[in-house]
């Protein structure tokens, strides 16, 4: 498959956007994939379960890396998937994806560079770019469809010759009786067509469980229920490619309301600053706003609560009020105009649940837990396929130096659990205490914290730069991150006092006090429950 190219004005030096894949011959086709009717070996060196962006990364490392062994991968259906999350890959992530050998994964699907942030609240805006790489230029993400960059990913999985690609539904894991050990998995029909029969299939070394955020295999591992933090509605905008680069990137910090812009007409990408994420915060909740290409817009409207609306008119409604709130018609008359009409004109909102579930320590011989079958985050700050993905380089770099005896696989597990944890700290407690803050009702100190942010973030230098560290996944110090989140804290705190409206000093120091203790009570139990396996 190859993406018209409308206008390549923005390449992404570090991981091209632009020019030929060089699997794309494997793109569409099937014949590399197994049905499930057809006669394969029942055993295998690795078995990987799930072929999103995890599974079907870890398949091709696996493969590279030991060429002379068999790799299984399973997939309920190889067709192009159709999600309305991961559609934003951070530059760490990107990196990930080079050091595994997938550094071109990008080309050929019409994904588009991404520079950094806009973030707007309380009628100001701010820009955060990402930091500077070694060569001085700044780092990039790249936004995309979803499926298209799967779908590139499984055509370098198809193109492997020691990868079997068999579509089935995985229903068990197989375990040794007496020690629990997961020795393979149990496979059947991928459609329901009456077909009860099912296979067994041995891993000789390792079963990885990459089935993602819906797995089914994750209570195996972590039996603890789970909840809903709130639900992204997600709807799409077209308009026209960029003309000019001029909004592409600016200095770190507030933005002058003489440097904003709004497009002339209503057809030009609706967006104040393209080529980056978006970030609306005066919403119910955060509204997210990134291209997937130069014509296509994803929207997401975070709904805070466990659950919504039943009623769909009621929805809509709902969503309506929080685009209008995020992006009010005084300030971005044509973006106002593009998300009511994409609200009133999309026939049925697609929805999608936030969860946060930290990783558990994997004590189950066999079998290994990886991407969001492992550990889940909220989709706020696009940060899930960069920890699988790094989650994938630490793992390989520790199976080049073991053997495969059930004593080195314990050892290697609880080093790779080490190796993760800052990374996966950081991209996961940012995006939990940010929604928190965010997201959360209008509470005084809420209020405050939420001012203080953003105020801290307006400053540029360092105050804008570190926290772009931890949000692109480049600055994995958890040290760092409890540094700047309480140097907001203090920031509030001063400001609190500073205020003679918030009533006599005594008064103002116990809600100094009181600010600041809701302010550890949004970090410190999400850190540290990451810090638990």
């Given at each position: ?462 105050y804008t730069m570190h926290p772009s560290g931890f949000l692109s996944g480049l600055f994995p110090s958890p040290l760092l991150l409890l540094f700047h989140f309480f140097s907001v804290a ?44």
């Amino acid at each position: 498959m190859t993406v018209p190219e409308y206008l390549p004005l923005d390449e992404n030096e570090d991981w091209p956007t632009h020019g030929e894949y060089e699997y794309t011959a494997y793109y569409h086709s099937r014949r590399q994939v197994h049905e499930f009717s057809e006669q394969l070996s029942m055993s295998f060196d690795y078995i990987v379960i799930g072929a999103g962006p995890i599974g079907a990364a870890l398949a091709f490392k696996l493969s590279t890396d030991h060429p002379d062994q068999q790799i299984l991968i399973v997939e309920k259906s190889w067709d192009e998937p159709d999600r309305i999350v991961g559609e934003l890959m951070q530059p760490a992530g990107c990196h990930a994806l080079e050091l595994l050998g997938l550094g071109r994964v990008f080309s050929g699907i019409g994904a588009v560079p991404v520079h950094g942030y806009y973030i707007a609240y309380g009628g100001n805006q701010l820009y955060v770019p990402y930091p500077l790489n070694p060569n001085g230029k700044p780092f990039r993400g790249v936004s995309f469809h979803h499926g298209r960059l799967v779908m590139n990913l499984r055509a370098a999985c198809k193109s492997r010759s020691n990868i079997t690609c068999l579509e089935a539904s995985v229903v068990d894991l197989i375990r040794d009786s007496g020690i629990s050990a997961i020795r393979g998995v149990r496979v059947g029909a991928a459609r329901d067509n009456g077909q009860k029969e099912l296979k067994e299939v041995t891993a000789r070394r390792i079963t990885f469980v990459c089935d993602g955020i819906s797995s089914q295999f994750r209570k195996v591992l972590n039996p603890e229920p789970v909840a809903l933090i709130s639900h992204f509605c997600g709807l799409v905008l077209e308009h026209e490619p960029v003309s000019t680069a001029d909004h592409f990137t600016g200095p770190a910090g507030a933005i002058p309301a003489s440097l904003r812009a709004d497009p002339c007409t209503q057809k030009e990408n609706p967006l104040p600053m393209p080529h980056n994420g978006h970030v609306l915060l005066d919403g119910l909740g955060p509204v997210l706003l990134y291209q997937m290409s130069e014509r296509e817009t994803r929207v997401l409207a975070d709904i805070p609560g466990p659950t919504l609306p039943s009623d769909g008119s009621q929805l809509r409604a709902l969503v309506r009020e929080s685009l209008s709130r995020a992006a009010p018609k005084q300030m971005y008359p044509v973006l106002h105009s593009r998300l009511m009409d994409a609200v009133d004109g999309t026939q049925r909102l697609r929805c999608i649940g936030s969860k946060f579930i930290p990783a558990t320590a994997n004590r189950i011989p066999g079998a290994i837990w990886i991407g969001d079958a492992l550990n889940v985050r909220h989709p706020l700050t696009g940060g899930g396929m960069t920890v699988g993905l790094w989650d994938i380089v630490h793992l390989c770099k520790q199976m080049a130096k073991e053997d495969h005896s059930p004593r080195a696989l314990n050892r290697m597990t609880a080093q790779w659990q080490w190796d993760r944890r800052s990374r996966a700290l950081v991209v996961n407690t940012l995006s939990v205490a940010l929604h928190a803050l965010f997201a959360a009702a209008d509470s005084p100190d809420m209020c405050l914290l939420r001012d203080a942010c953003f105020s801290y973030l307006s400053r540029g230098s360092f105050y804008t730069m570190h926290p772009s560290g931890f949000l692109s996944g480049l600055f994995p110090s958890p040290l760092l991150l409890l540094f700047h989140f309480f140097s907001v804290a203090i920031l509030a705190v001063t400001m609190r006092l500073g205020d003679p409206k918030a009533g006599i000093l005594p008064i103002r120091c116990l809600s100094a006090a009181r600010t600041l203790w809701v302010a550890a009570c949004v970090i410190l139990p999400f850190m540290w429950r990451e810090l638990q396996p």
